[in-house]
């Protein structure tokens, strides 16, 4: 509510937070009622990846106004297809993490059955790294191979 009393009419608002698709709806009418224009464009990186600019992004929004902002998201890194309306980006956010966490906990079933047969964790980790190439998955499977479950929550 602050952000629309400052005068949006003709702006084009882009956030890139991860939150709720109601959120996004709600925001979308707000920035809507104001005379702007919301565009929901959630990124999946950590601060390396931002910046290097390797974030991955999903633009989401009306077609001409996330056109014109095309130019500032390809600067963060990979844009996925631009999805028509804002809430739908944030819905595929959640839909990321969920496959990402889903595959942490696999990984780490996976573990507890190599390591109950004596196969050494580098070379499960290098079997992961060979199957999926993707830098969010081998991040988090260093992260269990090497490191005990006991010890600091990951941040």
């Not at 929901?40 to 290097?52: I, Q």
Request: hydrophobic share 45%; glycine share 6%; aromatic share 10%.
């Amino acid at each position: 509510q602050q952000l629309c009393s400052c005068g949006l009419k003709n702006k084009i608002i882009v956030n890139h937070s991860t939150n709720t698709p109601d959120f996004a709806r709600s925001a979308t009418t707000q920035v809507t009622a104001a005379g702007g224009v919301y565009i929901s464009a959630p990124v999946w990186g950590r601060p390396d990846a931002a910046a290097a600019a390797k974030l991955i992004v999903v633009p989401a929004g009306p077609a001409d106004a996330a056109r014109r902002v095309l130019p500032f998201l390809a600067a963060h890194g990979r844009l996925l297809p631009t999805q028509d309306v804002p809430f739908k980006a944030n819905v595929m956010k959640l839909t990321g993490n969920f496959m990402l966490f889903g595959f942490v906990n696999t990984m780490c079933e996976a573990l507890t059955l190599s390591d109950k047969n004596d196969i050494p964790r580098d070379d499960i980790l290098a079997f992961i790294e060979a199957f999926f190439p993707a830098p969010s998955i081998q991040v988090r499977a260093g992260w269990c191979v090497c490191r005990p479950f006991c010890q600091t929550p990951w941040v």
